[in-house]
């Protein structure tokens, strides 16, 4: 079945650090990929998301690359604020299963001032 | 655009009665709602996607006559955990997706806890 690997966290990192969350996935058909955002008390918030290979999804300063080749969707920011600090969601969804979404273990991170 | 509300945000009830969660769409229709259990410190587990006037389509291991779902319009879909335990506490997320469009757009959550 389809699934979705990240790394475990949490990740704690000081403010203007770089990150990078790995995401790896496997799946049946060919997937779109997203990464959510979960703030602390708040809802999910998609955070951006690529539909094909080699397709970069960027928004407020994290990007992700689709690597086909690889099977990853690995999530950076050059330099994140305390702000940023939120649980990170992986997620992949193929339209031939009805668009559901799998998604990953989550993974925390924590941003020092 | 594309914002979905729950009701309520968060509800306390007692071993053996029943709760509803409300799950609207309130700038779009949505011919898809999908529920989401999500279990502290851990992700969200998919446990039914329901369409617009046909019956919910429940995922392995997710009993359909305790976990009642009903998708009467394209705004509105509902959640019922009849005769709720303490093992049904947890927060139960809603979302919705505009019809051919692979994107979903997710409630707040409702945070469910049974005494």
């Known amino acids: 079945g389809d699934s979705v690997t990240q790394m475990e966290g949490p990740v704690t990192l000081s403010e203007e650090a770089f990150l990078t969350i790995n995401c790896t996935y496997t799946a049946t058909g060919y997937p779109s990929l997203f990464w959510y955002v979960q703030y602390p008390g708040e809802g999910l918030q998609l955070l951006l998301k690529?539909?094909?290979?080699?397709d970069k999804g960027s928004n407020k300063g994290f990007e992700a690359t689709y690597r086909k080749e690889t099977t990853s969707f690995h999530l950076e920011k050059g330099s994140v604020q305390v702000s940023d600090s939120a649980v990170y969601f992986c997620a992949l969804s193929v339209m031939e299963y009805g668009n559901k979404l799998v998604f990953g273990a989550g993974t925390i991170l924590r941003v020092k001032s | 655009g594309a914002v979905v509300s729950q009701h309520p945000s968060w509800v306390i009830c007692k071993s053996g009665t029943s709760v509803k969660i409300e799950c609207r769409s309130l700038?779009?229709?949505?011919?898809?709602m999908f529920w989401y259990r999500q279990f502290p410190k851990q992700s969200l587990m998919l446990m039914a996607t329901s369409n617009e006037g046909s019956k919910a389509t429940y995922e392995q291991g997710v009993e359909k006559d305790k976990f009642l779902i009903n998708h009467a319009s394209l705004t509105l879909s509902t959640l019922t955990v009849t005769s709720a335990h303490p093992e049904d506490s947890s927060f139960y997320i809603c979302?919705?997706?505009?019809?051919?469009?692979?994107?979903?757009?997710f409630g707040p959550g409702t945070r469910l806890t049974v005494t």
């Open positions: 700038d779009f229709q949505a011919t898809t």
């Open positions: 979302s919705a997706s505009h019809p051919g469009f692979y994107e979903q757009y």
């Open positions: 690529a539909t094909k290979a080699d």
